[in-house]
């Protein structure tokens, strides 16, 4: 195999390994989408727990989830809706 030969291979190779990676970055990108009750818990920096997540399924309160085969997602979109739902102005002091 010659110089050239050796020089394309290589160029291809790097080419599909960057084509892999803008896959799994897509891919990833779908999955951040969702979160589980664990992530949602994280992302709220733990102010509730998984038990009061499931208390709100079950009561109707928090963000509106997904059951798929028995566990439960919430959508970015929901989580982001309802924290602004959430979202309260200080009132300035008299």
């Given at each position: 195999?010659?110089?050239?030969?050796?020089?394309?291979?290589?160029?291809?190779?790097?080419?599909?390994?960057?084509?892999?990676?803008?896959?799994?970055?897509?891919?990833?990108?779908?999955?951040?989408?969702?979160?589980?009750?664990?992530?949602?818990?994280?992302?709220?920096?733990?102010?509730?727990?998984?038990?009061?997540?499931?208390?709100?399924?079950?009561?109707?309160?928090?963000?509106?989830?997904?059951?798929?085969?028995?566990?439960?997602?919430?959508?970015?979109?929901?989580?982001?809706?309802?924290?602004?739902?959430?979202?309260?102005?200080?009132?300035?002091a008299r």
């Amino acid at each position: 195999m010659g110089k050239a030969e050796v020089i394309d291979n290589a160029v291809k190779q790097l080419g599909e390994a960057i084509n892999s990676c803008f896959l799994q970055n897509e891919e990833n990108s779908e999955m951040n989408k969702i979160l589980t009750p664990r992530q949602l818990c994280e992302r709220w920096e733990k102010m509730i727990s998984e038990k009061t997540l499931a208390n709100w399924r079950h009561t109707g309160e928090g963000p509106e989830y997904i059951k798929i085969g028995g566990k439960i997602a919430y959508l970015i979109e929901s989580v982001e809706q309802y924290e602004e739902k959430r979202r309260r102005k200080a009132f300035p002091a008299r």
